[in-house]
C-alpha cells in the first residue's frame, strides 16, 4: 500500500503562482511514476502531468509553458509548480502514483495505482 499527503491548494488571483506537493509513503518500487490531474465541476478528471522515476516527463497541452512537475526522490515527493495561473486551472487537483511490479528483465508486469485525497486550486478572474 502506498499512501499519499497532498498540500498546497488555495485561491489565487489570474496571473498568479501555486505550488502543489504530494509525499508518498509505504511500499514504493523502484519503478514508479507520479502525477496530478484534476477534475473540474461538471467533468472528467483530466491528465495535468506525470514524471517517472528517470524524470521524463509528460504534460497537457493546455498546461505546458506554465506549469512543472518535479520530484524529489529521497522524499518520495512530486511537486507541481503552477505559474500564470487561468481561472480554466480552477479544479480539484489530485496526486496520482503508480507501482509498476517488473520481471527480473524489466519487463512490466502489473500496475498499482493509489490516489491522493485531493486540494482544491481555485483561480479567481
Known amino acids: 500500500q502506498v499512501q499519499l499527503v497532498e498540500s498546497g491548494g488555495g485561491l489565487v488571483q489570474t496571473g498568479g503562482s501555486l505550488r502543489l506537493s504530494c509525499a508518498a509513503s509505504g511500499s514504493i518500487f523502484s519503478t514508479n511514476l507520479m502525477g496530478w490531474y484534476r477534475q473540474a465541476p461538471g467533468k472528467q478528471r483530466e491528465l495535468v502531468a506525470l514524471?517517472?522515476?528517470?524524470?521524463?516527463?509528460n504534460y497537457a497541452d493546455s498546461v505546458k509553458g506554465r506549469f512543472t512537475i518535479s520530484r524529489d526522490n529521497a522524499k518520495n515527493t512530486v511537486y507541481l509548480q503552477m505559474n500564470s495561473l487561468k481561472p480554466e486551472d480552477t479544479a480539484v487537483y489530485y496526486c496520482n502514483f503508480r507501482n509498476f511490479r517488473t520481471s527480473p528483465t524489466g519487463l512490466k508486469l502489473d500496475t498499482l495505482t493509489y490516489w491522493g485525497q485531493g486540494t482544491q486550486v481555485t483561480v479567481s478572474s
Open positions: 514524471i517517472r522515476d528517470g524524470d521524463s516527463t
